[in-house]
């Protein structure tokens, strides 16, 4: 795949959110990822187009999501 691949450090940082976040959605498959190298060890890298389409997510969806998450109303 060609294009821009971002760290998580990056990626958190373009979406403003902690990057133990980012993590945490990666490996609940909300957020698509590849490890280039080899062995569990190897840092998780994002394509660009993950990250367009985590822009382009609907506000209210961001706050259902942040409801059922946390079991509370914003």
């Known amino acids: 795949m060609n294009g821009i691949f971002y760290t998580v450090d990056e990626f958190a940082q373009k979406v403003k959110m902690c990057a133990h976040t980012v993590r945490r959605a ?3 498959g ?3 990822a590849c490890r280039p190298g ?3 060890k190897s840092p998780y890298r994002i394509h660009e187009s993950e990250l367009m389409r985590i822009l382009s997510v609907d506000y209210e969806e961001i706050m ?3 409801e059922k998450e946390n079991g509370s109303n914003y």
């Open 26 to 28: 990666i490996k609940s």
């Open 30 to 32: 909300r957020i698509m």
């Open 38 to 40: 080899i062995g569990k």
């Open 64 to 66: 259902k999501y942040r």
